[in-house]
Nanobody
Framework: QVQLVESGGGLAQAGASLRLSCIAS????????TAWFRQTPEKEREFVAA????????RYADSVKGRFTISKDYDKNTLFLEMNSLKPDDTAVYYCAAFSSGNYDDYRVPLVVASRYKYWGQGTRVTVSS
């Protein structure tokens, strides 16, 4: 069973930066984390950013484009989310996710739909004050 553990969340002021990390353990071969989602009590889980497993193609939600950067270090089984110019609307619990697929094409593109992901971390809370 792949396990994902997020860290790096916390309290930040508007305009500040935070860096989230997601470390994978267990049978991670072909199951490295590739996406970040976030959720608030008022909203369903929403896509934030994703990176392709092969190469470095990225996709971002419009609301974070230009402010957030997703990156990966698979030598360390780790996925990152650099969050700059934080806004109060970024307040949420952030989750990293990993998928498993028998379709090689799935590894070549960033997957942005939550239902495509099989493994989820427990989440790390980000609170941005105005």
């Amino acid at each position: 069973q792949v396990q994902l553990v997020e860290s790096g969340g916390g309290l930040a002021q508007a305009g500040a930066s935070l860096r989230l990390s997601c470390i994978a353990s267990g049978p991670t071969a072909n199951n490295y984390p590739t996406a970040w989602f976030r959720q608030t009590p008022e909203k369903e889980r929403e896509f934030v950013a994703a990176v392709s497993w092969v190469g470095n193609s990225t996709r971002y939600a419009d609301s974070v484009k230009g402010r957030f950067t997703i990156s990966k270090d698979y030598d360390k089984n780790t996925l990152f989310l650099e969050m700059n110019s934080l806004k109060p609307d970024d307040t949420a619990v952030y989750y990293c996710a990993a998928f498993s697929s028998g379709n090689y094409d799935d590894y070549r593109v960033p997957l942005v739909v939550a239902s495509r992901y099989k493994y989820w971390g427990q989440g790390t809370r980000v609170t941005v004050s105005s």
